[in-house]
């Protein structure tokens, strides 16, 4: 008996020293670092102090006195925004293309399977500058608008519909593989029962095909919505950089700006809004459970 | 017998480690800096394995020493940065005097503020920045930093910048007669609004890929370096680099060795190498950038006549190491131009 109680405590060690390790301890460190003193020419110094959670707010302005400064809230809401598109459209696209696949004959499956997962396999700044000649003069993309008779235009690289194509293209595969497990597990009888009752398609898709895949798109939409807000290669290749992001901004502040302490605050504001939502995730899948 | 083997097994695998921990050299230099013709050269002479790994700002080198170990034994960060390393305690001292490769070095790069005793640094190529145009797009002057930063309609919308503020800024401040790292707070507001009226004209905030983006005419200026639009032109496109009247920003990279750097010897050993007439040469003919040491003129492939980038006729401001208040003032305009 104590045996078995003692490998309880023991065979559990590894697992803690990994969560010590990888988790507690650097993240301890990035939050220890948030208030401490920056360092002249980037680096820091221990101490405990809020200026960097008090800048996220109020700098001092050109005319040298402290003001709000909403440019970080604005910073902190395009990425927000960025990150509920991709994971919108990335819906959007992913039930039918999951639906196909579900449907499709046994044998066909794991090859389309593989053939979503296959991008995955090469570099993402491979990926991502592919998406540079698709987009850039005389792409594929302006080719194509020329050939269905649109307009004269300049160019579609270097604007935020380039950068969201590429978002879209990078995490949509993340979307189509729980949203597929999902759909695999949905009992044809009940679609057959919703036309047998007069279900028309969209009642069908709208009370029965939604609500039995759900799960499935909400861990979707976690698994992209989360890298998607921490992104620094899309805005930054496809988008022309022109536009801050969370990702590009925590880059700069370790870099150019020298100040690590802002960095990390920042850093920990993208974690709050992570944890925040799967804490409301967890809640809402727990609340479903005693339902059930 | 047994037992031998495994001895003389496990006596192989330590002198193997050994050989390696003592003739490996690990260089982080500029992309594509270094020619890898003396890369292989330095390999077959020394015995030693020489690993690169490129940085494309100096803002991202003072980062990884500063995060301490860095692995590396040769950093070649511009002069404004090693100004900052070796107050900040970062660099090894290689008595940088007593090396062959001060011989050769230009007597205009010596005892310079940066490294006034000539403890830490040895420099390894020198240059501008300043801006290219395409000239298939673009056929107008391009005699001054107007053009850039105030474009005429044809360049509207196919005008490129960096992604860091570091040399942009001084582009912007010599232009407007503001001195580098001021701390006037007013001086940079004119900085801040000259490059916000820019900002609509500007298609792409990036330091990546630049060649191809001007070569190709994605767009059709860009601000860039001297040596890198050389070697694209001569490459085949049509571009030119402009020699504004306001000034070119100057920049100086050197060799250094980071604090607890695990090959000292083998990494001035290296310096020594690149250094000397023949090889100097060789690295000024790949990399398409000044030399500060001496060369060997009759096999330069470039001169005033065909590579007038590497002969500015402009006078040329060299970056300086900013105060902290200085650069938060340059962090500001850049945070504040792309909130």
């Not at chain 2, 005008?159 to 707070?185: H, M, N, R, W």
Request: aromatic share 12%; hydrophobic share 50%.
């Amino acid at each position: 008996m104590t045996v078995l109680r003692s490998f309880r405590f023991w065979g559990l060690v590894p697992a803690w020293a990994i969560m010590l390790f990888t988790l507690i301890i650097p993240v301890g460190i990035v939050i220890g670092v948030s208030f401490a003193e920056r360092g002249a020419y980037g680096g820091f110094e221990w101490s405990a102090n809020i200026d960097s959670y008090r800048e996220l707010l109020f700098s001092l302005g050109w005319t040298d006195e402290l003001e709000f400064t909403p440019k970080y809230l604005i910073i902190i809401g395009r990425t927000l925004a960025l990150g509920l598109a991709t994971t919108a459209i990335c819906m959007i696209l992913a039930l039918p293309v999951a639906y196909i696949i579900a449907q499709s004959p046994g044998r066909w499956k794991p090859l389309l399977i593989y053939l979503v997962t296959l991008p995955f396999w090469v570099s993402m700044i491979v990926r991502v500058y592919a998406w540079l000649i698709i987009l850039g003069n005389n792409g594929l993309a302006e080719k194509l608008w020329r050939f269905v008779g649109g307009g004269e235009i300049d160019t579609f690289l270097f604007t935020p519909g380039a950068m969201l194509a590429g978002m879209v293209y990078s995490y949509i595969p993340l979307m189509v593989l729980p949203v597929f497990a999902a759909i695999e597990k949905l009992d044809p009888a009940l679609l057959e029962a919703s036309h047998d009752l007069y279900g028309n398609r969209w009642v069908t898709l709208r009370k029965i095909i939604l609500p039995l895949t759900w799960p499935g798109l909400a861990a979707g939409a976690i698994l992209v919505f989360v890298p998607a807000i921490g992104t620094v290669l899309e805005p930054m290749l496809l988008g022309g950089g022109k536009l801050m992001m969370m990702g590009t901004l925590i880059q700069s502040q370790f870099g150019g700006a020298r100040n690590w302490p802002f960095g990390a605050a920042i850093a920990l504001v993208l974690m709050a809004i992570v944890v925040v939502l799967l804490m409301l995730n967890a809640r809402r899948a727990s609340r479903k459970e005693a339902l059930l | 017998m047994k037992k031998t083997l495994l001895l003389g097994a496990v006596l192989s695998v330590a002198m193997i480690t050994q050989a390696q921990a003592e003739g490996t050299l690990n260089i982080y230099a500029w992309s594509d800096s270094i020619a890898p013709e003396l890369i292989e050269k330095f390999q077959a002479e020394t015995g030693a394995t020489v690993n690169v790994d490129g940085f494309n700002s100096n803002e991202d080198a003072l980062t990884k020493l500063q995060a301490g170990s860095s692995g590396y034994d040769i950093v070649t960060p511009s002069q404004h940065f090693v100004k900052i390393m070796v107050d900040e305690g970062l660099l090894e001292d290689i008595g940088a005097t007593d090396l062959a490769a001060y011989g050769q070095l230009d007597d205009r790069w010596k005892g310079q503020w940066w490294d006034p005793e000539n403890k830490y640094s040895i420099p390894l190529a020198y240059g501008t920045a300043g801006y290219t145009v395409n000239r298939d797009l673009y056929k107008g002057p391009v005699d001054s930093w107007s053009v850039y930063f105030e474009p005429p309609a044809e360049l509207q919308g196919k005008i490129a910048s960096l992604s860091y503020p570091d040399e942009v800024v001084g582009a912007a401040q010599l232009y407007l007669g503001i001195p580098f790292c001021t701390e006037d707070k007013a001086e940079m507001k004119k900085v801040y609004d000259l490059l916000m009226a820019q900002k609509p004209y500007v298609a792409a905030y990036t330091s990546d890929n630049i060649e191809n983006r001007i070569g190709s005419g994605e767009v059709a200026a860009h601000f860039w370096w001297d040596g890198n639009t050389l070697r694209t032109r001569n490459s085949g496109a049509n571009i030119e680099y402009a020699m504004p009247k306001e000034g070119l920003v100057g920049w100086l990279d050197s060799f250094v060795v980071p604090k607890g750097a695990e090959n000292v010897d083998l990494a001035k050993q290296f310096i020594d190498f690149m250094s000397t007439v023949e090889n100097a040469t060789i690295q000024y003919n790949y990399y398409a950038h000044s030399s500060p040491v001496e060369i060997d003129v009759s096999k330069a492939a470039y001169t005033p006549e065909n590579a007038p980038e590497l002969f500015p006729t402009v006078p040329v401001e060299f970056s300086k190491a900013c105060s902290p208040a200085a650069q938060d003032l340059v962090t500001k305009v850049w945070t504040d131009l792309l909130q």
